[in-house]
């Protein structure tokens, strides 16, 4: 079984400020961990993803996540937060023992405001 | 690459009617999955399908929903009868089987149930 939790639904940051949405997972095997971006009207897009290999793992528009196994965390950062950033993100798990990245269990998402 | 593509956009409806929600997948992807977006409880998988064949319907809500997907390149959620508290939006995803390919997305369907 596996579970995902997103700590504070709602972060405010300044524009340039740095981001840290947090994430923390449960996983009784080995998991895959992803992170998503939603905009207001449209799906899920994909910003990066840990499968295996390097623990910090870059993805598009800045952002990065490093895994932690002793803390069983995936936080997302990106150093300088852009207006366009703002949107929800969600933190999801997969477990890897099954070769496959599909059946995601997602977080309750965090909602991302960035100010001037 | 057109993306997933889901149909329609809007859904406003009485009580009681049928509703379908339809969603092309990526050509070339074989696993399938429905989702279910409210404010209440987040994303909820109701159902996946590999190769066109239902895997795990467990996220289902109730037998008021059905998910078909007669071939590769289409597949159907419908409510028969809707009730106000299916108001959500439902989101198709795909990918391929046995790749560390992520989910990809379709914009949803806004479904409203009056």
């Known amino acids: 079984a596996q579970s995902v939790t997103q700590l504070g639904s709602h972060v405010s940051v300044s524009e340039g400020a740095l981001v840290l949405l947090r994430c923390n997972y449960s996983?009784?095997?080995?998991?895959?961990l992803f992170w998503y971006v939603q905009y207001p009207n449209q799906g899920l897009q994909l910003l990066l993803k840990?499968?295996?290999?390097?623990?910090l793992v870059k993805g598009i528009n800045g952002f990065e996540a490093e895994f932690k196994k002793s803390e069983t965390s995936f936080h997302l950062t990106k150093p300088s937060a852009h207006m366009s950033d703002a949107a929800e993100y969600f933190c999801?798990?997969?477990?890897?023992?099954?070769?496959?990245?599909?059946?995601?269990?997602f977080g309750t998402g965090t909602r991302l405001q960035v100010t001037l | 690459d057109a993306g997933v593509i889901q149909s329609p956009r809007h859904e406003v409806t009485e009580m009681g009617q049928e509703v379908t929600l339809r969603c092309k997948p990526i050509?070339?992807?074989?696993?399938l999955f429905w989702y279910r977006q409210t404010m209440m409880r987040g994303l909820e998988l109701l159902i996946y399908?590999?190769?066109?064949?239902?895997?795990?319907d467990s996220g289902m809500p109730e037998d008021r929903f059905s998910a078909k997907m007669p071939n590769a390149s289409f597949s159907t959620l419908k409510i028969q009868p809707s009730e106000p508290r299916d108001s959500a939006v439902y989101f198709c995803?795909?990918?391929?089987?046995?790749?560390?390919?992520?989910?990809?997305f379709g914009n949803g369907t806004r479904l409203t149930v009056t």
């Open positions: 995803a795909s990918t391929s089987l046995g790749s560390l390919s992520a989910l990809h």
């Open positions: 996983s009784s095997v080995p998991p895959y």
């Open positions: 840990y499968t295996t290999g390097a623990t």
């Open positions: 999801a798990v997969s477990p890897a023992n099954t070769g496959t990245a599909s059946k995601l269990t």
């Open positions: 050509s070339g992807h074989n696993s």
């Open positions: 399908f590999n190769n066109n064949v239902p895997i795990d």
